[in-house]
């Protein structure tokens, strides 16, 4: 039987050194690898490009990255909920390349499938095609996107098991099924982790072929992004 199964995050980020390309699940603060972006700002490396739909906010998720300046490049969609990524972006601090939502996700999914590149007329006519390759289908024309190429994909699950199927749940099944399998190497952190064979095939969202390493996460605090309550009468 094949055991993925790591014993700590420490471990599992073992070998992630300066100068990655690290993917990184979640939308929004659901469904982020707490544990593992903790770990990396712990280790202090420097000069990373992180892939993520989001920034995080200014003390949470990657945001706790760029305020130890751990980030070089962001490869983004939504970013406007940090402030210290627009002050790090308006002074030339960080580089940024923001990608319009739906090709962010392709581009993951792209690089998962082994597919180069992929034609989508999102972004024609705009900054976002500058320097792109251009092409007409069906009269309408199309800006040539390339797969995304990351050393890592570090993804949270709500359920996994030692051979590294994974289930998630709710809004997290959004950009972290995508970049699942599509690195050199994906590290997977669960809520919980059961002995293969446990889980119902059926409900598996991404097989353990696509994962090579997992470990039960911790102390998960699951943040609201922007928390908006109506008055009490």
């Known amino acids: ?18 100068d990655a390309t ?18 990396l700002v ?23 990255l760029l305020q130890k300046k751990q980030i ?3 490869i983004s969609s939504y970013v406007g909920e940090n402030a210290e990524f627009e002050r790090q972006m308006l002074t030339g601090e960080l580089e940024v390349e923001l990608i319009p939502q739906g090709t962010l996700a392709e581009r993951c999914r792209a690089a998962q499938a082994g597919i ?7 972004g024609y006519g705009t900054e ?30 709500w359920k996994g098991d030692t051979a590294g199927n994974l289930i998630f749940k709710g809004t997290a099944r959004n950009f972290n099924p995508a970049m699942a399998g599509a690195a050199k190497i ?11 064979g446990t889980l119902d095939p059926n409900q598996i969202h991404i097989p353990g072929i696509m994962v090579q390493r997992i470990f039960q996460g ?7 992004e922007k928390r908006t309550v109506r008055e009490r009468k």
């Open 218 to 224: 911790k102390n998960y605090e699951k943040r609201i």
């Open 116 to 122: 180069p590149a992929f034609f989508t007329p999102a």
């Open 22 to 39: 690290i993917m990184l699940g979640g939308f929004g603060l659901c469904g982020i690898p707490e544990n593992s972006i903790a770990e």
């Open 186 to 196: 994906t590290i997977a952190e669960v809520e919980e982790l059961v002995e293969a």
């Open 42 to 64: 712990q280790k202090e490396i420097k000069n990373l490009t992180c892939i993520s739909n989001n920034a995080g906010v200014d003390d949470f998720g990657l945001g706790l």
């Open 72 to 74: 070089k490049k962001m």
């Open 1 to 18: 039987m094949i055991n993925k199964k790591v014993n700590s995050v420490q471990e599992a980020l073992q070998d992630i050194q300066d």
């Open 128 to 157: 976002v095609a500058i320097g792109k390759e251009t092409r007409e289908f069906n009269g309408k024309m199309h800006v040539m996107e390339l797969a995304f190429q990351a050393d890592f994909a570090i993804v949270k699950a």
